[in-house]
């Protein structure tokens, strides 16, 4: 299995500078190997192979003597990162986007580089743990976790974040395999994903969103000082900083609700259903795309998906349509407005809260997609009782104690 660790260094202003200097010669590489590309095809009517265009790298260093100063793994990664970012162009022509050539990179836009299989590892010098890194020399970094014993070094990959902070990702391969998924899954759980709440699960349970109401003030007060700095000034790029920062407080607090969330599910259940959501659509909507791109859906499903699998646990996506609108109990379909958050079936006299009602039908949907074994009562006996707002029989609110032992596994 391969896994991605990944750490805060703390590099001094010397290796800051010398990092910068390392990037942007890859950069410049990258840029160069890209004009190759073109001269190419207009002299041969074709894209040459990604091993011819390394091995133009010896030659390259005869007279550009600034890349005999970067690790040479770290400048065919380059190459190939050209060649990736082509089959992504490619990838997406294939499905009828209109696409062009890959573009020339400016400073801002390059902000990695990768040691492959050599070049790097970890030690510890001083009483302190630091990455050793050929051409680079040795920097501090923060091992807030550790890497498994058995566990091996396959790469790291450097980047500079717009707050100007460098973070070290390391890709790990572990001789593991996922455990095997249950054929008789006993514990399932629906998951209905919302604004108002965040998730609304079979088990009675409904997570609150996330509040970042101040922290969307903040980053709102800190672009319109931006605003009123001269363009690349010295008070414009310590203001560019504070609000790089301030969307760096945002993701992480985001990411860190996301990731303990998806852990919980994926952990505590055999088998989860969660609608396969087309958030691109939804998100080109002209109403309340700003609560959709905030709520973060498809990253949540990503983790969900990638936890389940090294959980061993069935993860399903099911078809949204009619979700909401379909009773649990007798399967009639009946139109509401969002507004009415309350489902009730004029042909069952099945009522439940709106999002319960459709978390029963993606877990009714996702164990007839997934075919394993599982023996549940009717939905109209386990209906949630409408007795509180959100008709869950436990609500957890994000930033409360509840939530925080819930998501970290404390009982």
Not at 60 to 81: A, H
Not at 248 to 253: Q, V
Not at 399 to 405: D, E, H, I, Q
Request: proline share 5%; glycine share 6%.
């Amino acid at each position: 299995m391969y896994y991605s660790y990944k750490y805060r260094l703390k590099p001094s202003d010397a290796h800051c500078e010398e990092l910068d200097r390392h990037r942007d010669i890859c950069r410049q590489t990258y840029n160069h190997f890209r004009h190759r590309l073109s001269e190419y095809r207009e002299e041969n009517g074709e894209l040459p192979s990604m091993t011819s265009l390394r091995s133009e790298l010896p030659d390259l260093k005869e007279w550009w003597d600034d890349l005999t100063d970067v690790y040479s793994k770290v400048l065919q990664t380059v190459v190939e990162r050209l060649f990736d970012n082509l089959k992504g162009l490619s990838a997406l022509k294939r499905k009828g986007y209109g696409v062009g050539m890959l573009k020339w990179k400016p400073p801002r836009e390059f902000r990695s580089f990768t040691y492959s299989q050599s070049g790097f590892k970890l030690d510890k010098k001083g009483g302190r743990t630091v990455l050793c890194l050929s051409k680079l020399g040795d920097i501090p970094i923060r091992l807030h976790r550790e890497i498994p014993d058995d566990a091996k070094l396959k790469q790291v990959t450097l980047k500079k974040e717009p707050t100007g902070e460098w973070f070290a990702t390391f890709g790990v391969e572990l001789n593991r395999e996922p455990p095997t998924k249950p054929e008789n899954s006993e514990r399932c759980v629906g998951i209905d994903v919302g604004i108002l709440k965040y998730a609304h699960d079979t088990d009675g349970q409904a997570v609150g969103s996330l509040d970042l109401s101040d922290e969307r003030k903040c980053l709102e007060r800190e672009q319109r000082k931006l605003s009123r700095k001269v363009y690349r000034s010295n008070n414009y790029e310590r203001q560019r900083r504070r609000v790089a920062k301030c969307h760096a407080d945002l993701k992480r607090k985001r990411r860190d609700f996301l990731y303990k969330l998806s852990a919980y599910y994926a952990r505590e259940y055999d088998l989860v259903a969660v609608e396969d959501l087309n958030v691109k659509g939804m998100l080109e909507s002209p109403s309340n795309s700003r609560n959709t791109a905030s709520a973060a859906w498809k990253t949540f499903l990503s983790l969900l998906e990638y936890k389940c699998e090294r959980n061993g646990t069935h993860f399903v996506a099911v078809e949204p349509a009619g979700t909401t609108k379909e009773c649990a109990g007798c399967g009639v379909s009946t139109d509401k407005p969002l507004w009415i958050r309350e489902h009730s079936c004029p042909a069952c006299g099945f009522t439940a809260d709106r999002d319960a009602n459709a978390a029963w039908n993606i877990l009714s949907r996702g164990v007839k997609q997934v075919g394993v074994g599982y023996s549940e009562p009717t939905p109209v006996e386990t209906a949630l009782p409408v007795d509180t707002p959100v008709s869950a029989k436990r609500v957890v609110e994000t930033g409360s104690p509840t939530l925080k032992r819930e998501l970290s596994g404390e009982r």
